[in-house]
């Protein structure tokens, strides 16, 4: 039983598509984000969702905007694909704030 | 703002011996908490170990273990025992819980090879 799910886990497309990726958690969690890693394995924060409530934005371009339709989902659509937005893209959830997030599987997207 | 550093891009260590990842970190938020996660060549994120900020002890979880040197800002991993299996990136991580709530830093990760 997955306890954080990410769909689909990989995605090639070309530059200008719009896409979506799916995040679930089936672990009662409060907090859920979402994760970008690039090419070099750094990962940076996107967005950070308390209780539905969007809390923590990074410095992310508006092409980018999450959705949470309840508190184990998170969605995450990319509009207008660009050939930098090729990383790995990982969801993540965790009890509240102060607890250890727990990390879907990632999904690869590749732009072309 | 919030700073995670790992000094050591890549580390080595026999197999059965004790290693430390090292890891300093810097934030203006009185209250935090510290992370390790192992991310092994297949990808995922694994959770290894935490520490509040207001914590006393060191965190211990089986052979990991976390040493917390609040008044240096450091936040060390020791694996004990080294198993081929830990070869892996590691990577240290915080996450604000009050100015800074919510906000999560990584660092840029440390390559960990056990030699047989």
């Known amino acids: 039983d997955t306890a954080v799910s990410q769909t689909p886990k990989y995605l090639v497309t070309q530059m200008g598509n719009d896409k979506s990726i799916k995040c679930e958690q089936n672990?009662?969690?409060?907090?859920m984000y979402w994760y970008k890693q690039d090419s070099k394995k750094f990962l940076k924060i996107m967005f950070s969702?308390?209780?539905?409530?969007?809390?923590i934005n990074e410095t992310v371009p508006n092409r980018f905007s999450p959705k949470s339709p309840d508190k184990a989902h998170l969605n995450l659509h990319i509009n207008s694909l660009e050939l930098g937005d090729s990383a790995v893209y990982f969801c993540?959830?965790?009890?509240?704030?102060?607890?250890?997030?727990?990390f879907g599987q990632g999904t690869r997207l590749t732009v072309v | 703002a919030q700073k995670i550093t790992q000094t050591q891009p890549g580390m080595f260590v026999q197999e059965k011996e004790a290693v430390t990842l090292d890891c300093t970190y810097d934030?203006?938020?009185?209250?935090?908490?510290l992370f390790w996660y192992k991310q092994p060549s297949s990808g995922e994120m694994i959770f290894l170990i935490y520490?509040?900020?207001?914590?006393?002890q060191n965190a211990t979880e089986g052979r990991y273990s976390l040493n917390f040197q609040k008044a240096r800002k450091s936040a060390n991993l020791v694996i004990s025992a080294s198993q081929l299996g830990d070869s892996a990136m590691y990577f240290c991580?915080?996450?604000?819980?009050?100015?800074?709530?919510?906000?999560?830093?990584f660092g840029d990760g440390t390559t960990l090879t056990v030699k047989p």
């Open positions: 969702y308390n209780n539905k409530e969007l809390i």
């Open positions: 672990l009662g969690h409060d907090t």
């Open positions: 520490q509040g900020s207001y914590d006393q």
């Open positions: 991580a915080m996450r604000g819980l009050n100015t800074n709530a919510g906000k999560s830093t």
């Open positions: 934030t203006s938020d009185p209250s935090y908490g």
């Open positions: 993540a959830s965790s009890q509240d704030l102060g607890f250890e997030a727990f």
